[in-house]
């Protein structure tokens, strides 16, 4: 069984902190990492994708991926109300694109 | 990235009847894909939708409950058969772009919310 998973949270951090977020996964076979958002109602959208060991950068955005501990996580710099959301990890099996999402992880940045 | 749109938005359905949820992108993808999201929970494969031929179907989910086509690189519609209160979920369709040969980003639709009393 194939899984993915992520503190469920709710995570707080004040504004202007850094968020962390993370995810395990089961399969060393794995390839390529995900991470998404999801605001309450709406679909995920795509933050990030990491398939390289250590870091990779996107504006605000960390992705940190250590495939020998079977983990990736997310941070946040400077956070903003704005990135209260629920965050999916997801992690790609197979060149098939199938998918496995993590269950979440709720972040609330307070003002 | 592709625009995605589903029809319908949402809908609310009496049980033992079915619904079609429709997915149209605005260009040609490689691979399409069908999620369901419950209530309060993370998103769940229910198959891979694969043009001119019959869709790959993940562990608990079987063809007759959700059938699905994929006519063409742009469209794909799902079923929903036979419906019961369980079937209550969000239904997300997901494409991955042509040029995508390594990484599978997948990009999803904005979801058809279904009610089904």
């Known amino acids: 069984q194939k899984e993915v998973e992520q503190n469920s949270g709710p995570l707080s951090v004040p504004e202007g902190a850094i968020a962390s977020l993370n995810c395990t996964y089961s399969?060393?076979?794995?390839?390529?990492f995900f991470w998404y958002r999801q605001y309450s109602g709406k679909s995920p959208e795509l933050i990030m994708f990491?398939?390289?060991?250590g870091d990779k950068e996107d504006g605000r955005f960390t992705a940190q991926l250590n495939k020998a501990s079977q983990y990736v996580s997310l941070l946040i710099r400077d956070s903003q109300p704005s990135d209260s959301a629920t965050y999916l990890c997801?992690?790609?099996?197979?060149?098939?694109?199938?998918?496995?999402f993590g269950q979440g992880t709720e972040l609330s940045v307070k003002p | 990235s592709a625009v995605i749109s589903q029809k319908p938005s949402r809908d609310i359905c009496q049980r033992g009847t079915s619904l079609t949820i429709q997915c149209q992108v605005d260009?040609?993808?490689?691979?399409m894909f069908w999620y369901r999201q419950q209530p309060g929970q993370s998103l769940t494969l229910i198959a891979t939708?694969?043009?001119?031929?019959?869709?790959?179907?993940e562990s608990g989910f079987v063809i007759d409950k959700f059938p699905i086509s994929r006519p063409n690189l742009t469209f794909s519609t799902l079923t929903v058969s036979n419906m019961s209160p369980e079937d209550s979920s969000i239904y997300l369709c997901?494409?991955?772009?042509?040029?995508?040969?390594?990484?599978?980003?997948?990009?999803f639709g904005p979801g058809t919310r279904l009610t089904v009393l």
């Open positions: 997901s494409v991955v772009g042509l040029a995508d040969f390594s990484y599978n980003e997948q990009f």
């Open positions: 399969d060393r076979g794995s390839q390529s």
């Open positions: 990491i398939y390289s060991n």
């Open positions: 997801a992690v790609l099996y197979n060149q098939g694109g199938k998918l496995i």
């Open positions: 260009s040609q993808v490689t691979m």
């Open positions: 939708a694969n043009q001119g031929s019959e869709a790959t179907y």
